[in-house]
C-alpha cells in the first residue's frame, strides 16, 4: 500500500517540474524554434495526461485491491477495451508522428532557398572551422596534403586555385539575421555533430559525406555550438559559437576577412 | 502433441561435470545469473566513477593510479579514461547483464520445467554457449589491461572512430581490437543459445501445454530467442567487417579522403553508415531481447500475487509477437540524425510509432490485471509493481524520441541516456529482481528474506527514479551525452547542481544494493525454509521439489490441462488451478 502512494508522491514531483519549466529550453531564434517548441509541447501535454494517468491508475491499484481478504474478481479481459485502448494509443501516437512531419519537411525535404548564404564546415578532432566564398562567390578547390591547422588552413584550401585566393576561414560561424544560410558539412576524421541549442537543430557530420544543411536565425546574439556525437578524447571542449550578427554588421566583418587576404 | 523427447544425458558423476562443464540446464542458468550478478556489479562500480569524474573533474583519487597509471596520472582521471569507463560499463551492461541474466539465466533455469521437459534440447550446446560467454566476458574485461587501455568509442563503437586503430586516441589500438574481439564471441554464444531456446519451446512441450497455454514468461523467451537469432548474426558479421577494417585494411566503413591526427590514410570506397545501419539492425531488438523477459516475469508475477488471471493473455501474446515483428523495422529511429535518406526518417518513425501501441497495450493489461484483485505485497511482487511504473516512464520520453522533428534536439542529449536507462536498464533489471526473489525459492529450497528484501526494494526504486528522471530535464536544457565533463560550456556550468544531484543520487543507490547481495548470499544458507509451492502458484516448475532432482520431473512426464493464469476460480476449491490438476 506504501508503494501506491510513493508512486503517486514521484508522479506529483516528476510533473511539477515539468510544469515549472526550471531547466528548460533556452529561447528559439527562428521559426522552425518555434514550430519545434510548439510541437513539443503538444507532445508534452499528450504524454503527460498518459503518464500522470497511468502513474495515478497504478497506485490506485496497489492501494485498493490490496489484500483485504475478499475474492479476487475471475475475468480473463475485456475485447472491446482492447480495441479500444489498442487504437486510441494507435491514433494519437500515428497523430503526434503526422503532425511533427512538417518541420522535419522543412528542414530536410525542402531546399535552400537560392540566395541562400554557402558556408562550408570543417570539423576534425577537437576543432570547427567555416569557409565563406570571399568577394568572387567561388569557393576554391581543396586538396587534403595542403591542408595546414597551424598555418590557417584548415580546410586544405589549394593555392594553386585562384577561386581560394580571397575564401574566408574563420574558427567560429557568424551569419546575418533574417537571411537564409546553408552549411555544407564536412568531416575530415571521424562523426561529428553540429548542433545550436536556439536554433533547435542537429545534424551529424560524416566523413565522406557533404550534407547540406539550411535555417534562418532571426535574432542577433552569440551561441554555443557543442558537438553532439562521440569524436573522441577531446570530445567534451570540441566547442565554436555561432554569432549571429544585424546584416551590415555581417557584411562588415566578411569584407574586413576579405581585406586581410 | 507426443510426449517430450528425453534429453540425452544422465546424472552427472564428479565436480567438475556436476558444477563446471554442467550439461544440466539448472546449473547452466545459475552460470549464466552470477555471472551477470558480478558483470552488473563492475559495470555498476564503473558507473559510480563516471559520476564521481562529472561532478568532481579535478578529484586526486590515489586509487585511480593505481588501477590505471596511463588513464589517471597524479590520480586525476583523464578524460580518455572516463570514454573508456563509459564505453565498457555500456558494453558489459548490455551484453553481459541485461543478455545474459533474464534470457540465459532465468530462462536456462525455467523454460524446461515451465514446459516440462527434462532439459534442454541441445544439452551440450547448451554448456558450451555459457563457456563461450564467459571466454567473452574475459576477453572483454582484459580490454582495460591492454595498451593504451579500453576503447573510447562508446558500446556503439561507431566507425571512423572504432576503425582507424591507435590513430583516433588511446584505447582504439588493441583495446578496441579486444572490444570486437569479445563481442564476435559473445555472439556466437547468443546463436548457440538461441537456437536452443527455439528448439526446446517447440519440440519439448509437454503433453496438453499448446502454445497458447504457455506461461508469458515462455512466449517472451521464445521472442527473445528469435531475436537473438536474427540479430546477433548481423552483428557478427559487421564486427567482423569492423576487425577486418583495423587490420586487414579493407574499406567498409571507411571513405576515401581521411585524414586522422595529421596523417592521411589511404581508404576508399566505404561508408560509415553501413555500420549504423548493420549495428542497429541487431542493436534496436536487442533492446526488446533485454526487456521482453521483464516484460514476462512482470506478467508472471502481476497475475499470481494479484490472485487474478492475466488481463487479456491472447492480447499479451499478439503484443510479445508484434513488439519482436516490428523490433526489426525501427533501427532507422537511432539514425534520424545520422545523414541517412530523411524521406526514410519518415517511415521508420511511423513504424517506431506503432511499436508503441503494443507496449501500451501491455501496460494497459497490466493495471488490468491489478484491478479487482487481492494483492499479496511479497518482495517480489513489489519489483514488479516497480517494473510497470519504470516501464511506463521510460517508455512515455520514447514518444519524444521516435518523432524525428524532435529529434532535432533531443538526439545524442540527456534526454536519451534518461529514456534508455528507465526502460532497458533499470525496469529489466527490476524484472531480474522480481524474478530472483520469486524463484528463489524454487531454486535453493529457501526464502529471501522479505523485510531486507522490501527496505531494499523502496530504497532502490527511490534511488533510480533520482538518478534517472533529472536526465529529461538535462536533456530538455540541452546537456549532450559522452562528455567526460561540463567546464568548457556556459550552458553545461548551470546544470551542475543537477549533476551534483544525481551523482549523489547513484552513490546512494549503488551502496544499496549491497542490501542485496547480502540477501542473496546469506539466504542461501541461512532463508526461511520454503515448501514446494510457496506462492500459490500454477505453472509447473511448482509441482517439483526445490531444488527440483536432475531430471526436473524424476523421470515422469507432466500432462497440462489448464491454461497458466487460474486463479480465483470461482467454484474451485482454492483459489487457484494449477496448470496439471486434473482437467
Keep these: 500500500m506504501l508503494l501506491g502512494v510513493v508512486v503517486w508522491v514521484l508522479t506529483l514531483v516528476i510533473c511539477y517540474f515539468f510544469i515549472g519549466h526550471y531547466w528548460w529550453f533556452p529561447p528559439p531564434i527562428s521559426q522552425h524554434g518555434q514550430a519545434y517548441d510548439a510541437q513539443f509541447n503538444i507532445t508534452l501535454w499528450v504524454t503527460g495526461v498518459i503518464f500522470f494517468c497511468a502513474q495515478i491508475a497504478l497506485g490506485y491499484a496497489i492501494v485498493k485491491f490490496r489484500d483485504r481478504g475478499g475474492t479476487a474478481r475471475y475475468t480473463h479481459g475485456n475485447n472491446v477495451l482492447e480495441v479500444v485502448w489498442t487504437s486510441a494509443t494507435a491514433v494519437l501516437f500515428i497523430g503526434l508522428v503526422l503532425a511533427g512531419t512538417r518541420i522535419w519537411a522543412a528542414v530536410h525535404f525542402e531546399d535552400a532557398p537560392p540566395d541562400a548564404l554557402k558556408i562550408e564546415v570543417m570539423a576534425k578532432q577537437f576543432a570547427w572551422a567555416f569557409r565563406y566564398p570571399g568577394p568572387d562567390g567561388k569557393f576554391g578547390r581543396l586538396d587534403l596534403k595542403q591542408v595546414d591547422d597551424q598555418g590557417g588552413n584548415p580546410f586544405g584550401i589549394d593555392s594553386k586555385d585562384p577561386a581560394g585566393k580571397d575564401d574566408v576561414t574563420s574558427a567560429s560561424l557568424k551569419v546575418p539575421a533574417g537571411k537564409p544560410v546553408e552549411l555544407i558539412l564536412r568531416s575530415r576524421d571521424v562523426i561529428h555533430n553540429f548542433f545550436v541549442r536556439e536554433l533547435r537543430l542537429k545534424q551529424d557530420i560524416v566523413p565522406g559525406m557533404e550534407i547540406p544543411f539550411h535555417f534562418q536565425a532571426d535574432q542577433v546574439g552569440t551561441y554555443e555550438v557543442p558537438c553532439s556525437e562521440l569524436c573522441g578524447l577531446g570530445h567534451h571542449q570540441m566547442r565554436t559559437t555561432m554569432e549571429v550578427m544585424t546584416t551590415a554588421d555581417f557584411d562588415k566583418w566578411l569584407q574586413e576577412q576579405a581585406a586581410q587576404k | 502433441m507426443s510426449s517430450p523427447v528425453v534429453a540425452a544425458h544422465g546424472a552427472p558423476k564428479g565436480f567438475i561435470r556436476r558444477y563446471i562443464f554442467s550439461l544440466d540446464h539448472k546449473v547452466i542458468g545459475i552460470q549464466y545469473y552470477f555471472l551477470a550478478v558480478f558483470s552488473v556489479f563492475l559495470g555498476m562500480a564503473l558507473s559510480v566513477l563516471m559520476r564521481f569524474h562529472l561532478v568532481y573533474p579535478d578529484a586526486k583519487v590515489s586509487l585511480f593510479e593505481k588501477l590505471w597509471p596511463t588513464g589517471a596520472p597524479g590520480g586525476i582521471m583523464t578524460p580518455e579514461l572516463y570514454l573508456s569507463l563509459m564505453t565498457m560499463h555500456g558494453t558489459i551492461m548490455v551484453f553481459f547483464v541485461l543478455t545474459t541474466a533474464p534470457q540465459s539465466g532465468f530462462g536456462n533455469y525455467f523454460l524446461p520445467i515451465q514446459i516440462g521437459a527434462e532439459d534442454m534440447a541441445f544439452p551440450v550446446l547448451n554448456m558450451l554457449s555459457f563457456w563461450t560467454t564467459f571466454l567473452a566476458l574475459v576477453v572483454m574485461v582484459a580490454a582495460f589491461f591492454v595498451p593504451g587501455g579500453a576503447p573510447l568509442s562508446g558500446w556503439t563503437a561507431y566507425p571512423p572512430l572504432s576503425a582507424v586503430g591507435q590513430l583516433s586516441g588511446p584505447g582504439e589500438g588493441l583495446g578496441q581490437t579486444f572490444w570486437i574481439i569479445s563481442i564476435a564471441i559473445f555472439c556466437g554464444a547468443s546463436l548457440m543459445g538461441a537456437i536452443n531456446f527455439i528448439a526446446t519451446t517447440i519440440d519439448l512441450r509437454a503433453r496438453g501445454l499448446s502454445l497458447m497455454r504457455m506461461p508469458l514468461t515462455c512466449w517472451s523467451w521464445l521472442v527473445t530467442a528469435i531475436l537473438g537469432l536474427l540479430g546477433f548474426a548481423v552483428l557478427l558479421a559487421a564486427g567482423v567487417l569492423l576487425l577486418l577494417d583495423r587490420l586487414a585494411g579493407t574499406s567498409f566503413f571507411l571513405p576515401a579522403g581521411l585524414l586522422v591526427n595529421d596523417q592521411i590514410l589511404n581508404h576508399k570506397g566505404g561508408s560509415p553508415l553501413l555500420w549504423q545501419h548493420l549495428f542497429w539492425f541487431f542493436g534496436h531488438p536487442e ?145 531480474m529482481f522480481a524474478g530472483t526473489f520469486y524463484w528463489f525459492p524454487k531454486v535453493t529450497g529457501r526464502f529471501m528474506n522479505e523485510t531486507l528484501g522490501k527496505i531494499h526494494f523502496y530504497l532502490t526504486f527511490l534511488g533510480v527514479y533520482a538518478i534517472f528522471t533529472p536526465m529529461h530535464y538535462l536533456g530538455i536544457s540541452g546537456n549532450p551525452r559522452r562528455y567526460a565533463d561540463f567546464t568548457n560550456f556556459d550552458f553545461l556550468g548551470k546544470l551542475l547542481p543537477i549533476h551534483t544531484f544525481m551523482t549523489h543520487a547513484a552513490f546512494f543507490t549503488a551502496a544499496v544494493q549491497l542490501i542485496f547481495v547480502f540477501n542473496l548470499f546469506w539466504s542461501i544458507k541461512k532463508g526461511k525454509p520454503a515448501p514446494m509451492n510457496p506462492w500459490d502458484a500454477t505453472t509447473l516448475e511448482w509441482t517439483v521439489p526445490s531444488p527440483p532432482p536432475h531430471d526436473n520431473f524424476a523421470g515422469k512426464h507432466p500432462v497440462v490441462n489448464h491454461g497458466p493464469y487460474e486463479y480465483s476460480v470461482p467454484g474451485a476449491a482454492r483459489d487457484f488451478i494449477m496448470q496439471s490438476d486434473p482437467a
Design chain 2, 287 to 431: 533492446v526488446y531481447i533485454a526487456i521482453l523477459p521483464g516484460m514476462g516475469v512482470a506478467s508472471q508475477l502481476l497475475s499470481t500475487f494479484s490472485r487474478k488471471p492475466i488481463f487479456g493473455y491472447r492480447a499479451m501474446v499478439y503484443a510479445i509477437l508484434g513488439i519482436g515483428f516490428l523490433g526489426f523495422f525501427v533501427w532507422g529511429h537511432h539514425m534520424f540524425m545520422s545523414g541517412m535518406n530523411p524521406y526514410s526518417a519518415f517511415a521508420f518513425s511511423v513504424l517506431t510509432m506503432s511499436i508503441g501501441v503494443p507496449s501500451a497495450i501491455k501496460t494497459f493489461n497490466w493495471i488490468g490485471t491489478l484491478w479487482g484483485g487481492r494483492i499479496r505485497f511479497t518482495t517480489a511482487m513489489l519489483f514488479a509493481l516497480g517494473f510497470v511504473s519504470l516501464f511506463v516512464t521510460g517508455g512515455i520520453s520514447g514518444i519524444f524520441l521516435g518523432q524525428p522533428a524532435l529529434d532535432l534536439y533531443f538526439h545524442d542529449t540527456y534526454f536519451v541516456v534518461g529514456h534508455f536507462h528507465m526502460i532497458m536498464g533499470v525496469a529489466a533489471i527490476f524484472g
